[in-house]
């Protein structure tokens, strides 16, 4: 009675009360999912066996909260107007219909939330993950159903449309290779120079910061090719998930250190002239001729 005798004083219509109380429910049930979100992830990150789940984990926590989000809103403001004596069903109907229309004009948009929903359901791509999309690469900063934004090492960020995703390169699952080419001079011995890269490997295992980022021993394929100076040779390692590229250049450092204490000749491009033999097997000398001077 004392509550009802307060809004008859202040004058404030049933309705907007009511309209008011539809918000306050609204804001309450978003703080509530947000927690329950916060709690289920936090839950599902102490069970998780690698980083990979914490980073599926997290990024379907972001998208959760973005669809609670819109729902919430959506219901609260469907009954605000059922509440004002706005019908909803008309609106409902019309909504239908120009949904219909925009649907013609609005399919790559359409397009972008089935990709972007299919690619969460399926775990193709996660926050923080290193990735090439439609020709960029970069690190995962932001996924949602509408684009993903990867942001590439010069720093730049490109926001992809899901819809425009037809391929994705993911190189941050389970694991990667290192691979290493480089060259040696024709006159090398190769089994030397096996050997002598395993000890540059070896030795590069036993350093304290990249040692716990390789996996395996390294793997020489052999020779790759005959090049015109160098015969190329190729290995690689395996090693941790984004971390092949800091084994990567660890290792030529090494590698370059260990051949120039053997002796191994790694070559650079250049150029033999060979003047040719008379009959009798003689090279003729070589004449420089010079253009007088006018």
Not at 122 to 127: F, M, S, T
Not at 130 to 139: C, D, P, Q, W
Not at 232 to 242: E, L, N, Q, S
Request: charged content about 25%; some cysteine; hydrophobic content about 45%.
């Amino acid at each position: 009675m004392e509550s009802a005798s307060l809004i008859d004083t202040l004058h404030i219509p049933k309705d907007i009360l009511r309209v008011l109380l539809i918000l306050v429910a609204a804001w309450l049930l978003l703080v509530l999912s947000r927690k329950l979100i916060r709690m289920f992830r936090s839950y599902m990150l102490t069970r998780i066996v690698s980083a990979e789940d914490g980073r599926r984990f997290e990024t379907l926590a972001r998208v959760f909260r973005y669809i609670s989000t819109v729902l919430v809103w959506l219901l609260a403001g469907m009954l605000a107007l059922s509440e004002l004596g706005v019908s909803i069903a008309p609106i409902l109907g019309a909504a239908g219909v120009v949904g219909i229309a925009v649907g013609f004009g609005a399919q790559s948009l359409i397009k972008d939330y089935f990709n972007g929903f299919f690619m969460l359901l399926e775990n193709q791509i996660r926050q923080g993950d290193a990735v090439e999309i439609s020709g960029k690469t970069g690190i995962v900063e932001d996924i949602t159903l509408r684009h993903v934004a990867l942001r590439d090492i010069e720093g730049n960020v490109h926001y992809i449309p899901n819809g425009e995703i037809s391929i994705v390169t993911n190189k941050s699952r389970g694991y990667a290779y290192a691979l290493i080419e480089f060259g040696v001079a024709y006159r090398e011995d190769l089994d030397e120079v096996y050997d002598v890269t395993r000890k540059a490997a070896a030795a590069l295992r036993k350093d304290a910061e990249i040692g716990p980022k390789i996996m395996e021993d390294l793997e020489i394929q052999g020779v790759q090719d005959w090049a015109d100076s160098a015969v190329m040779i190729r290995c690689r390692f395996k090693t941790v998930a984004m971390e092949q590229w800091a084994v990567r250049r660890n290792f030529l450092s090494v590698l370059k250190k260990t051949f120039d204490a053997h002796g191994i000749e790694i070559p650079y491009p250049h150029l033999t002239i060979y003047a040719g033999q008379d009959k009798q097997g003689k090279a003729p000398a070589l004449r420089i001729l010079q253009q007088p001077h006018e």
